[in-house]
């Protein structure tokens, strides 16, 4: 079992930066795919960002595309977030998910994904 915790949220002014840190425990977090989703009040969960396993390829939203940078350092067994020019609606919950599978590729699919970290709030607002 793999267990996820995130941190990093907060209060941010539209225009700011923001990075999410997700932290990954047990399994080999080196052969998995990881992605960042979230999740705004009234709405369904929604793939934001994902990286294959190597870190080779990076997979994004086309709203947040050119906005957000997703990385990781397999050594820390950790996967970044980077929000560069956040906007009031990037504001939601945001979730990190893993994807136990191997593959050489990240899917963008809500149901590829099978461990879930709680979640850290991110509102964009004045």
């Known amino acids: 079992q793999v267990r996820l915790v995130e941190s990093g949220g907060c209060l941010v002014q539209p225009g700011g930066s923001l990075r999410l840190s997700c932290s990954a425990s047990?399994?080999?977090?080196?052969?998995?795919?990881m992605a960042w989703f979230r999740q705004a009040p009234g709405k369904e969960r929604e793939f934001v960002s994902a990286?294959?396993?190597?870190?080779?390829?990076?997979y994004y939203a086309d709203s947040v595309k050119d906005r957000f940078t997703i990385s990781r350092v397999n050594a820390e067994n950790t996967v970044y977030l980077q929000m560069d020019n956040l906007k009031a609606e990037d504001t939601a919950v945001y979730y990190c998910?893993?994807?136990?599978?191997?593959?050489?590729?990240?899917?963008?699919?809500?149901?590829?994904?099978?461990?879930w970290g709680q979640g850290t709030q991110v509102t964009g607002s004045s």
């Open positions: 047990g399994g080999t977090f080196s052969t998995y795919a």
């Open positions: 990286i294959s396993r190597s870190g080779v390829n990076e």
């Open positions: 998910a893993v994807d136990v599978y191997v593959r050489d590729y990240a899917s963008a699919l809500l149901d590829a994904y099978n461990y």
